[in-house]
């Protein structure tokens, strides 16, 4: 993909922090980490969304992820690395991998919100009905 900032990453037009990189996977320092470290891990391949990435390699890129969050954690000596996959920030798909620390000031999680009653229920059931 012409457009896409991950792509030309993967051709070398646009330099990276890389940290790791086999045959179908890149893994390398976000640019504008949350915390130092933050690292990103895409496959060689464009798929915008999680879902358009074969399963095979979805499964490699996770497994992969593991073994980071694991030498990441031992190398910045963070208490534990988050990993998230947001979405369409950058439409490659990619993992987000970011250490953490007891008092970084970030938030554990998102602002949450309350179901009204009865909706919990009618969501599930959205969702179970196709599953
Ligand atoms: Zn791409």
Redesign the pocket.
């Known amino acids: 993909?012409k457009n896409?900032i991950?792509?030309q990453i993967i051709a070398g037009i646009i330099p990276a922090e890389k940290i790791y990189e086999d045959e179908k996977i890149l893994a390398f320092l976000d640019i504008r980490p949350v915390n130092y470290g933050h690292t990103l891990i895409i496959p060689k391949t464009?798929h915008a969304l999680m879902t358009d990435v074969p399963d095979e390699l979805l499964k490699h890129c996770f497994v992969k992820a593991k073994e980071l969050m694991i030498k990441i954690k031992q190398a910045l000596e963070a208490d534990y690395v988050s990993v998230s996959v947001i979405g369409l920030d950058v439409p490659?798909f990619h993992i987000h991998l970011i250490p953490r620390y007891a008092n970084d000031g970030l938030p554990v999680f998102w602002p949450t919100k309350a179901y009204p009653e009865g909706e919990m229920k009618k969501t599930a059931e959205k969702i179970k009905k196709l599953t």
């Open positions: 993909m896409c991950f792509c464009h490659h």
